[in-house]
């Protein structure tokens, strides 16, 4: 089993969803969870983080942490062509260096 | 400031030749780390540095070397390359410390061996 699991899609949507991008892990060290959008020929750039538990929310993205179901999500609101992209969630424990990540999922926003 | 920069951003190998990738970044972080990213698989860890002159393994480290004898400069070197290798790497850094949300990449480099 993956530390990370992540569907990869791809998904498509019409302009204007709502967006929901979820991972799933398996070591409860994690602490720092992370996600990136990576355009086509591009290196990841983050993207929102959140530390332990909750949500945080950064203008039309919002990420969740459910530490009890090792489950995080990201959600888009109002999805614009600009975000199609692949996102990739990320994990890290606190005393531990590596970054692990999961293997993305490709999203299309239609106009 | 430049970020993270990587050389050559294309290159073509025949198996058994040696290369080395050139990683650079200019914000004085502490962290440094190349990553390998295959369809399907997301980004994996290839070797990570702390500081100058400590590295360490990641997941999948065979057929690779690194040293870090600058803050600034993470070469990757390829010692005889194998069609497995073909890939897309990316080198990142960030500052000591959890700021985890102060990750940069770079541009990646696609290598392909033949």
């Known amino acids: 089993q993956k530390e990370v699991e992540q569907d990869p899609g791809p998904l498509s949507v019409p302009e204007g969803a709502i967006v929901s991008l979820n991972c799933t892990y398996s070591?409860?060290?994690?602490?720092?969870f992370m996600w990136y959008r990576q355009y086509s020929r591009k290196g990841p750039e983050l993207l929102m983080y959140t530390y332990s538990s909750g949500n945080k929310e950064d203008g039309r993205f919002t990420a969740q942490v459910d530490k009890s179901s090792k489950y995080i999500s990201l959600f888009i609101r109002d999805s614009q062509p600009s975000d199609s992209a692949t996102y990739l969630c990320a994990m890290k424990e606190t005393s531990y260096d590596k970054v692990i990540f999961g293997p993305g999922t490709s999203l299309s926003v239609i106009p | 400031n430049a970020g993270v920069t990587q050389t050559p951003k294309f290159q073509v190998l025949k198996t058994g030749q040696s290369m080395t990738l050139q990683c650079a970044q200019d914000?004085?972080?502490?962290?440094m780390s190349w990553y390998r990213q295959d369809p399907g698989m997301g980004l994996r860890l290839i070797h990570y540095s702390v500081g100058a002159g400590i590295t360490d393994q990641g997941e999948v480290p065979n057929g690779y070397n690194v040293s870090r004898s600058t803050t600034e400069d993470f070469p990757l070197r390829l010692l005889s390359a194998a069609p497995s290798q073909t890939s897309v790497y990316f080198c990142a850094s960030r500052p000591g410390g959890g700021r985890v949300n102060e990750q940069f990449f770079g541009p990646g480099t696609r290598l392909t061996v033949l």
């Open positions: 070591n409860s060290a994690f602490q720092y």
């Open positions: 914000m004085n972080h502490e962290y």
